[in-house]
């Protein structure tokens, strides 16, 4: 219901990085930071703002469990539509759980 990415890690030459970008001097004095991605495939306008609000306290709730200045972008899946509350909290979860695992581990 709920797609976690973060935003790929380039560095000087266009390349990109396999390290988290908190490792290659990112501001980490910032505070984390979040967007939401709700494209019309989740539902009319009512059911978009409805999504994004659920999304929003969830993240605020959980923005401190991500590193200093770091930045997560949330897309929501049409299925989000119809999750309830625990249900998109449950995903986000595990969504952070999945980006905060080193790289090399992650299954897709």
Sequence with gaps: ???LTLPPTTGPDGTTLPEPAR???VDTSAPSRAGFVVSKAVGNAVVRNTVRRRLRHLVRERLDQLPAGSTLVVRALPAAAEASYARLGADLDAA???ARSPRGRRSR
């Design 1 to 3: 219901m709920v797609h």
């Design 96 to 98: 952070i759980a999945a």
């Design 23 to 25: 490792d290659l001097g």
